[in-house]
């Protein structure tokens, strides 16, 4: 059911762990709902340095984040903040439609942290970022 | 070479050599029509003739009591929608598990819809329904309580020679789904007193697609499938023979094997539970004493039991899970939730499900390969962080 591409990134998954001198750090998800992802950032002049994520989740949230972290590693925010849930189903090559939801969360999983690096700065984060939804906006989408 | 191990017997099993081989003459030189009166025929005849004695002998329960059935799915709706109409005099109550298998949950969850009411009955955390419970539910106008014999998720051996009893005291009728326990612990319709029994050959090492529904005699239930009236009228369209003829040959062999096997099984089964239950934040599930030979469930905390399943599978091991993620749902198994475990925990659960065909080996390679895996998965878990830094 799972693509080549999901199955690489979910058994090897990139960007896997914590990031200590991370200055961005969202978390998405709950644990009732069975999938939660944790995000760390180091944000330096606009630009995702580094990105770790921690996953609780099954092979497609694990697949996702390791997908999404890939792709706005090294990108600008606002490079970051146009990456949608579309591109990281795409990168992995199809998601099962059960599964489309985790790459819902693993969009917002970037976005709260990037929401996280606003406020750490005193900035209010929604008119950048906009809503970064709950665990229940993103299963009502599929 | 990877290895190769098979540990989802509750899902399905491998078809037996015994079971192939008394198939193979029916799937080539005699393939004639039961009903048919030539000799070609009338050898398939006699083989289904032959296997209705064989099925009956190893039930307890006499040839003219076996229905054959296009399998477990099918011996548990038919029983109860037959059930119904038969007491539809009676009323339209039925009683039944929390934990049934979706065969009989979703038939219920679907008649309740036309009008009829069904009682739950909630389990303890073994997985256990209250006797005295039930005694309450039953009620003059109760039709029908179904209740399996052996839960699928998590192994729980239910009490259904008393649950008969205080079912049929009240004159109501008596099934039970022993699609998990028949061909794996003692199963004798008489002691148990049952009215109807369903069964399905691919949980015993038979061939898929094919089983059986237990009618006590005397009970003329309504027919299920109309047509050429095969099946004493009950149950129309050319029959199985082949596949009949291999359910016959696994059970005999599952009947005549059984003690042996479940003493073998049992060493497996036990093995898993003592050395996986050691994983910190583990623990079985299901009832410790009352519990299937081949069945080690467990919930592992903070990780996913998809997960688990899938990185099992890359390491050539197939086992199961009831966590939401493994189905279309969003909610983990209702059997999990009803023996009152958390959604989060829930999530965690893992079926490991070992028969004769297994080998110590094989259990050695298990207890090898997934601590590894938990500890992986777990090591990427926000949860696991979460859990790790509350208790320093």
Known sequence: MYSDKVMDHFSNPRNVGELPDANAVGQVGNPKCGDIMKIYMKIEDDIIKDIRFKTF?????????????????????????????????????????????????????????????????????????????????????? | MTKFVYADNAGTTSISKTALDAMMPYLTEYYGNPSSIYSLGRKSRAALDSARETVAAALNAKPEEI????????????????????????????????????????????????????????????????????????????????????????????????????????????????????????????????????????????????????????????????????????????ENVAGIVGMAAALEDAVRNMDENIAKITRMRDRLIAELSKIPYSRLTGDPVNRLPGTASFVFECIEGESLVLSLDAKGICASSGSACSSASLDPSHVLLAIGLKHEVAHGSLRLTVNEANTEEDIDYILEVLPPIISRLRDMSPLWEEKMNVRV
């Open chain 1, 57 to 142: 989740g099954c092979g497609a949230a694990i697949a996702t984040s390791s997908m999404a972290t890939e792709l706005v590693k090294g990108k600008t925010i606002k490079e970051a903040l146009a990456m949608t849930n579309k591109a990281v189903v795409e990168a992995l090559e199809g998601l099962p439609p059960a599964k489309i939801h985790c790459s819902v969360l693993a969009e917002q999983g970037i976005k709260s942290a990037i929401a996280d690096y606003y406020k750490r700065q005193g900035i209010d984060p929604e008119p950048i970022v906009g809503c970064v939804c709950d665990c229940n906006h993103c299963h009502t989408e599929h």
């Open chain 2, 67 to 238: 229905f054959f059935t296009g399998g477990g799915t099918e011996a548990d709706n038919w029983a109860i929608r037959a059930a119904l109409e038969k007491m539809s005099a009676k009323g339209k109550h039925i009683i039944t598990s929390a934990i049934e298998h979706h065969a009989v949950g979703h038939t219920l969850s679907a008649l309740e819809k036309k009008g009829y009411e069904v009682t739950y009955l909630p389990v303890d955390e073994k997985g256990q329904i209250s006797l005295q419970e039930l005694e309450k539910a039953v009620r003059d106008d109760t039709a029908l309580v179904t209740i399996m014999m052996a839960n699928n998720e998590i192994g729980t051996i239910l009490p259904i020679a008393d649950i008969a009893k205080i079912a049929k005291s009240r004159g109501a009728l008596f099934h039970t789904d022993a699609v998990q326990a028949v061909g794996h612990i003692p199963v004798d319709v008489k002691a148990l007193d049952v009215d109807m029994l369903s069964l399905a050959a691919h949980k015993f090492r038979g061939p898929k697609g094919v089983g059986a529904l237990y009618v006590k005699k005397g009970h003329a239930i309504p027919a299920f499938i109309i047509g050429g009236g095969q099946e004493r009228g009950r149950r129309s369209g050319t």
